[in-house]
């Protein structure tokens, strides 16, 4: 149980956060032939644009409505049409997100009015899906906008439902989940004989592929045809607390009855998780994911020795945070330091005395002691000050090659995760071992 | 936001610039930056401008006022090197919550340059504006002067909101508060007759350091550095050089021209990219410096400094020729000076089959067209899909350009080199220009390119 406080200062120093709209944007990527844009100045997509590709290496489409001083205090519905109407002739998207920006909020401005202006103008977006987004940067945080964005596309989006679709299942992914992460809870999924719709599905746009041809929009992701019969599901399935929005929405739309699962990393979770798809499916667990589930046993059982007592410092997002701050407590793991960027009822849980909403200062003040930092790459420069490694997690990861390939998920994610995290205790311990009255002495026999 | 309009005319009214004065009276009111398009415009905004230019100077703390999106979502991810101090990548913002939209941020700024100068002691304080207390009408400049009274350090307004316009316009606004604030407040420990200024120099991936050994051999002093590894002290007494160097087409121009007016130092446009472009800013150099009363013997120094460097890059450059001769060449450089390098691939047998002349003058464009002949293609623009198509059909061999359109080439299949802000390798000067034709050659002669653009056995062709 964690006491929840939230930072004092006044000036944030070395953000661990990002704002709402760019989580807005990444969400819509996640959706095939989209073009995401934010309405705000140029310099606000130009800012997340820059971030997601140092994140993926992929080319990013996200565009702006441009606005500038006159159009800000005039109003900037111009902007607005002006910007759907080029992206419709140039890109020739499947559907535009529109994310407001903290520019455009502090104005205020009526825009699903406006939208139906535009489009009753223009006869061409008329079947052009649009789905808007209110995400002002000065509120909440990436993970907000996501799950937001989410929400509200399932609510533009998923049609009433007509008629059963047998073993559909809707997945719906949180914004700290991979590529590879998707793509190994599809694998799950379809090995009980079900078949899954995930939205965002990054896995199909973000993976880093090779397209048969340039395209100014999404390469991949979740087809608008297939949102909209999401209302046909047998059920849905959530990763992630902050999914629990769009899978109520989803429910009280179609009546398809919704399943949270806040992390699935750890055997536990991952047992209930399974048994939960057996459930629906009526099949047993196959015997590939039993003989996965034994391996994770082994790994546990291999590695326990490297996390008993040490101490770990991590900062992510709430869902991240207690994915990785779970699993690394149950491998006997103190979680010394955990630093968050918004409010969750996530929090509390967490096996720690504290958690506080705030910044990368606050994490490298208070790590000092610990053994291992997790945070994105970011946490490079306290790493280095502080001479405790740093295993990256989460968006941005720019300094290092694979993000969208790791793979944090089931037993076999649990697996790596471990593995990854006790080979750097493990070398620590290993350069303790160096030193005349080392603390890794014990360890070090074992190894 | 009334002075900063003034301000913005000001600075779009360039007299020092060869493409604001060839205009008429009517255009040049409208500025230098074109208009953007919604739903097709692409590049940062005047408050990200502002930031490159400044954020190089290593010993400042610099706020970022506004909420987490201008600096949360870009802090420390430019490849400006420090060769001491740290302190510049460390991210510093108000981040500004609903609650101060609504009561205003203010007094959370003075609050945080409090904390900022308590917690770091930084040698000054720049405070960015931003968009939405600029919206709400929070004076940056009163908040910054008073803490400059209260805390007994230099903070500094740099009021370039994004909504004002472009980067390069935010280039300039940063510059203005440079000159407005800064340069000129503190004399150096002592002077010589050999210091300059470089203006509009970032040094990325470490060019400056490239560039140095060359100007410590002569004897020449860099007094300061806007803004690349640079120190507040060394800007604020930059008004003692005797001459100055303006880098990086017209980022700067302002700065350059208005320290000629007021301190009466002379300067020239030059660049450190390409052989003959470097041998030419010496030249410069030594000839300003000549002019304003040291020894002429430097000229002669230098001479012979560029006989033997060149010849050094040009041995080395010989070894590539035959690996690289007829080789095409797409060149997207935007701010960098695309006829600069154009003649030293050139030198080692690259074909150019295309350049952007997004940012050139009419001047630059003749220079290009001299360069590669009249069939030579010269973009203004050229849309992803049509550069894609371009690769895919090899038209060229290899892309040299910014990080943006590194994905058009690489899913073409296609070699591509970042030279842009994000680069890691560094590319000036004689030395640079080595390196950049050896990673052109590594680049097009790895063994990836042949498997890579093989289909897969099962699949037709």
Same mark, same amino acid.
């Given at each position: ?20 709209? +760019? ?66 002739? @140039? ?97 799950? +999924? ?37 949102? @909209? ?105 103190? +979680? ?109 026999? +074992?190894? | 936001?009334?002075?900063? !309009? ?164 935010? !280039? ?24 300059? !200024? ?5 040094? $990325? ?9 060359? $100007? ?25 050089? *005797? ?10 121009? !302002? ?6 007016? *007021? ?14 472009? /470097? ?32 010849? *050094? ?17 797409? $060149? ?18 690259? /074909? ?91 680049? $097009? ?17």
């Amino acid at each position: 149980m964690a006491k929840v406080v939230s930072s004092r200062k006044s000036c944030s120093v070395n953000p661990l956060k990002m704002s709402q709209p +760019i989580g807005g944007a990444l969400a819509f990527m996640g959706i095939a032939n989209a073009m995401p844009v934010l309405h705000g100045s140029q310099g606000c997509t130009a800012f997340g644009l820059v971030l997601f590709v140092r994140h993926f290496r992929e080319a990013i489409p996200l565009q702006t409505t441009a606005m500038n001083e006159v159009s800000t205090i005039l109003g900037g519905m111009e902007n607005i049409e002006e910007a759907l109407l080029n992206i419709h002739a @140039r890109a020739k998207p499947e559907l535009i997100g529109l994310c407001t920006t903290g520019l455009t909020e502090t104005r205020g401005e009526d825009i699903m009015g406006e939208l139906k202006l535009i489009r009753s103008r223009h006869p061409e977006l008329q079947e052009l899906p649009i789905v808007f987004v209110e995400t002002p940067d000065y509120k909440d945080s990436f993970q907000d906008g996501w799950a937001n964005t989410v929400a509200r596309i399932v609510c533009e989006l998923v049609d009433k439902p007509r008629f059963p679709i047998p073993g559909q299942v809707n997945l719906l992914a949180g914004s700290h989940l991979t590529a590879a992460d998707i793509e190994e809870i599809v694998d799950t +999924i379809e090995a009980f004989g079900l078949k899954a719709v995930v939205l965002p599905d990054l896995s199909g746009s973000l993976d880093g592929h090779i397209p048969q041809d340039f395209s100014p929009t999404t390469i991949g992701g979740t087809k608008v045809r297939e949102i @909209r019969s999401m209302g046909g599901s047998l059920a849905t399935i959530a990763i992630g607390r902050q999914m629990e929005k769009a899978a109520i929405e989803l429910e009280s739309r179609s009546g398809v009855s919704y399943t949270v699962f806040d992390r699935l990393t750890g055997l536990e979770e991952n047992d209930r998780f399974l048994m939960h798809l057996s459930g629906l499916s009526g099949q047993p667990v196959p015997e590939k994911l039993r003989r996965r589930r034994s391996q994770l046993v082994d790994a546990m059982l291999d590695s326990h020795f490297h996390f008993g007592g040490k101490k770990i410092a991590i900062a992510a997002e709430p869902d991240l945070l207690w994915a990785i701050g779970a699993l690394f407590a149950e491998m006997g793991a103190k +979680i010394s330091v955990a630093v968050t960027t918004t409010r969750s009822p996530l929090l509390e849980r967490m096996p720690c005395e504290e958690v506080l909403i705030g910044d990368l200062e606050d994490l490298e003040t208070r790590a000092g002691d610990s053994d291992l930092i997790l945070t994105h790459s970011h946490g490079r420069q306290a790493s280095r000050r502080l001479g405790i490694p740093l295993m990256r997690i989460g968006l941005p990861t720019f300094d290092r090659l694979g993000a969208s390939h790791a793979l944090n998920v089931g037993y076999r994610g649990s697996m790596k995760l471990i593995f990854q995290a006790a080979n750097l205790l493990l070398e620590r311990e290993d350069e303790d071992c160096k030193k005349p009255w080392g603390n890794g002495a014990a360890a070090a026999q +074992i190894v | 936001m009334a002075l900063l !309009n003034v301000k913005v005319q000001e600075v779009f009214d360039e007299p020092g610039c060869e493409k604001n004065r060839s205009k008429s009276e009517k255009e040049r009111k409208k500025g230098c930056s074109k208009q953007l398009v919604p739903g097709a415009a692409a590049g940062g905004c005047a408050f990200d401008g502002a930031k490159i230019a400044l954020q190089p100077i290593a010993d400042v703390a610099h706020i970022v006022h506004g909420p987490i999106a201008c600096e949360g979502n870009s802090w420390d991810n430019r490849g400006a090197k420090s060769s001491g101090p740290e302190l510049y990548r460390t991210g510093f913002t108000t981040d500004i919550s609903e609650n101060d939209v609504i009561y205003g941020g203010e007094k959370k700024l003075f609050r945080a340059i409090r904390e900022a100068i308590e917690k770091y002691h930084p040698q000054a304080v720049f405070v960015y504006q931003t968009c939405v207390p600029a919206l709400i009408g929070d004076e940056i400049e009163m908040v910054c002067k008073s803490a400059s009274e209260k805390f007994g350090k230099p903070v500094i307004p740099i009021n370039a909101p994004g909504f004002v316009g472009s980067k390069n316009l935010g !280039n300039k606004l940063a510059g203005e508060a440079l000159l407005e604030h800064v340069i000129g407040t503190r004399e150096p420990e002592f002077t010589t007759p050999y210091d300059i !200024n470089i203006i509009g120099e970032y040094n $990325l991936a470490g060019e400056l350091w490239q560039v140095k050994p060359l $100007l410590d051999r002569l004897g020449i002093r860099i007094l300061a550095c806007l803004s690349g590894d640079g120190r507040y002290n060394d800007i604020a007494s930059s008004h003692r050089a *005797r001459a100055a160097m303006m880098v990086c087409s017209k980022a700067m121009i !302002n700065v350059a021209r208005k320290m000629e007016e *007021r301190y009466g130092i002379p300067f020239f446009e030059g660049s450190f990219y390409g052989i003959s472009d /470097t041998s030419d800013a010496l030249r410069n150099i030594a000839r300003l410096l000549v002019e304003r009363g040291a020894p002429e013997e430097l000229l002669a120094r230098t001479e012979s400094l560029i006989a033997e460097e060149e010849a *050094r890059a040009w041995e080395k450059l010989r070894v590539y020729r035959p690996r690289l001769a007829g080789k095409k060449v797409l $060149l997207f450089t935007g701010g960098v000076k695309s006829w600069s390098i154009v003649s030293a691939l050139q030198e080692v047998g690259l /074909t150019i089959v295309g350049t952007s002349v997004k940012k050139s003058t009419d001047e630059d464009k003749e220079r290009v067209k001299a360069l590669l002949g009249e069939e030579a293609h010269m973009f203004d623009e050229l849309p992803p899909r049509e550069m894609y198509r371009m690769l895919k059909e090899s038209r060229a061999d290899i892309m040299l350009s910014g990080g943006r359109s590194q994905f058009v080439a690489l899913k073409a299949k296609m070699p591509w080199l970042d030279i842009n802000q994000e680069r890691h390798h560094a590319y000036a000067a004689y030395v640079g220009m080595v390196a950049l034709v050896e990673e052109i050659d590594k680049s $097009l002669h790895n063994p990836i390119w042949e498997q890579v653009r093989k289909a897969a056995p099962w699949e037709d062709n």
